[in-house]
């Protein structure tokens, strides 16, 4: 771990190195000087079970519907079998990563929090990604070990054999075979206690997750221990989350969302968790209802997924549950109306990346009902709330010049505080970009809305690398999607920006219609003109039926753009066909 931190430090400039540090600093108190009082997870973890051993903490569902629960005191003895596994049996040394190649399962929480008590880092890979990306991430990030269920075995090994330095694949479940170690029976056979080893600082490297861009090298997102607590212990008092609390997670946990909100949260605040391999509609409310589930985090594809469902939920009882926590995607003041209006159940919408640990603001679970509305409803996209203590957010003039703007300027959001991740891996080009002024660059817009008390509530209005623009005039696409889902029969409509001989780029739009609707172009360009106006309306719709998402739920609009290359050398006119 020495040797990365000063390979990495070797490769920064003293400017650089200043500028990271200050996007680690909270109003003057350095990264250092801990917010929370817990030496590292490992600690936090051994709390929990000492003071709270047959207290539930997980509640596994498969993918047969069979169900698991796992006490604090049972977790925390697997765990340290787990990790004397680890170290003894695959010979885990330090400065070592091992990475995961698995659904939502115990086991991957099992490996994880393991790695973390031995001070390791862990990297969990997408399955969604294609077996190239992970190859290489696999190399990039130098993992030594992967951890493979049984289904996805076959694809592992293709995978393992462009990533020439992991040493060992482990299947999760299944027989012992070749080189494989069995898993069960292996690990079974080390003790729940601890032997004598050195406990990590708070500093330690824990998880690394790689950005899912939809060009160029996805860069390696490098978390400390100290990152995870700090976020999950701020997410846990902002939210009010308590003991008595039940939260459901249907994202998958290779992602921060997954691991941070709805299993390190619960953890801080001694909760408990339902995990579940994935997110069905089917299950969704049933599930709620079934577990006294009181929060659940969902993205906006899913709110989406329960509103095109429409179960009758009325027959379950849902009176425990306080709100769904919303974000890792676009989520469009259209969509929120609809799904508050069908089940009666509020947003807490909020805002994070990956490099900012999870979220990093929320709207107040504390606001009324009116001031709810006014944030949700009243600027043209629903807030995503004040910053969370532990970090300060503001708004920065796009150019990246450390300019910061006032109240209701768009520009980009910049994040500064003790969530923000240690540095990207390897990548020194990106570390200097994206810290260049002592915050952390988000490459979103937003602007912000100060309220009666003086406090700063943010929104975003999109990427920046994806804001429209046409003739020198930038639009963003989320105000055009807005218009679009007001046309009755669309699903989802995306916007996009395509390159075009006249005015640089041009407006697109894609369409997926709902289920028996008959919609065509001109029914679509011609509500939009009535609201937008020519200049900000689409010039061409495409129509399809699947959407290009990421794990967590955002649109990847990028990918769309070659739909629309036949229209590059087409100049559009108003009142004109094109």
């Avoid at 947003?347 to 944030?375: D, F, K, N, P």
Wanted: hydrophobic fraction near 40%.
């Amino acid at each position: 771990s020495a040797y990365r931190e000063n390979e990495m430090d070797n490769a920064l400039d003293p400017q650089t190195r200043d500028n990271i540090l200050n996007a680690q600093t909270y109003r003057g108190i350095a990264p250092t000087q801990a917010l929370v009082p817990y030496a590292n997870i490992g600690a936090l973890l051994d709390e929990r079970a000492s003071h709270q051993p047959d207290r539930v903490f997980l509640i596994h569902y498969d993918e047969q519907g069979e169900r698991r629960t796992y006490t604090y005191g049972e977790f925390n003895r697997r765990v340290y079998q787990m990790a004397n596994f680890l170290r003894e049996e695959l010979g885990l040394r330090p400065g070592e990563r091992v990475a995961t190649i698995a659904h939502n399962h115990p086991d991957v929480l099992l490996i994880t929090f393991a790695a973390w008590r031995l001070g390791e880092a862990v990297a969990p890979q997408n399955l969604a990604e294609d077996d190239q990306r992970i190859a290489y991430i696999l190399r990039d990030s130098q993992s030594r070990f992967v951890f493979a269920q049984a289904e996805h075995l076959a694809r592992a090994e293709r995978i393992v054999a462009e990533a020439p330095d992991v040493r060992e694949m482990v299947p999760l479940g299944g027989s012992a075979s070749g080189r494989h170690i069995h898993f069960g029976e292996t690990v079974a056979r080390h003790p729940p206690t601890w032997r004598d080893t050195a406990p990590p600082e708070r500093s330690a490297e824990c998880v690394l997750v790689y950005t899912s861009g939809t060009t160029g090298a996805p860069k390696g997102v490098v978390l400390t221990q100290y990152n995870l607590m700090v976020n999950a212990d701020a997410m846990a008092r902002w939210d009010g989350i308590a003991a008595d609390d039940r939260l459901m997670c249907v994202l998958p946990i290779h992602h921060v969302n997954g691991l941070v909100v709805t299993h390190m949260a619960p953890l801080v605040a001694g909760a408990s968790v339902v995990l579940n391999p994935q997110f069905t509609a089917h299950h969704f409310w049933k599930r709620l209802a079934d577990e006294r589930v009181t929060i659940s985090s969902v993205v906006p594809t899913i709110l989406q997924f329960l509103v095109e469902a429409d179960e009758d939920i009325r027959a379950y009882d849902l009176s425990r549950l306080r709100f769904l926590i919303c974000g890792a995607g676009t989520l469009s003041v259209a969509l929120a109306q609809r799904f508050e209006a069908r089940f009666g159940v509020r947003i807490v919408h909020g805002y994070g990346l990956s490099e900012t640990t999870a979220y990093a603001c929320h709207l107040s679970v504390g606001l009324s009902a009116e001031e709810y509305r006014h944030w949700m409803t009243d600027f043209g996209y629903p807030s995503i709330g004040c910053p969370f203590d532990v970090n300060e957010m503001a708004i920065f003039d796009a150019a990246g010049e450390g300019r910061e703007l006032a109240e209701g300027e768009r520009g980009e959001i910049a994040i500064r505080g003790h969530s923000v991740m240690k540095h990207y891996f390897q990548r020194p080009d990106a570390n200097r970009e994206t810290f260049r002024y002592g915050w952390f660059r988000s490459g979103d817009e937003g602007f912000y809305r100060t309220d009666a008390q003086g406090r700063r509530f943010f929104f975003i209005t999109g990427r920046i690398k994806e804001l429209i623009n046409r003739g020198g005039v930038k639009f963003s696409p989320l105000d055009i999607e807005e218009t679009l889902v007001e046309v009755p029969g669309v699903r989802v409509g995306l916007a996009v920006g395509f390159e075009n001989k006249y005015y640089g780029e041009e407006i697109g739009v894609y369409v997926v219609a709902e289920t028996g609707a008959h919609l065509n172009e001109e029914q679509v360009l011609a509500h939009c003109r009535r609201k937008l106006g020519f200049s900000k309306s689409p010039k061409v719709v495409v129509f399809g039926r699947d959407v290009p998402v990421t794990a967590t739920g955002k649109y990847q609009r990028l990918r769309l753009k070659p739909l629309f290359e036949r229209w590059q050398e087409t100049q559009f006119r108003e009142g004109a066909d094109g």
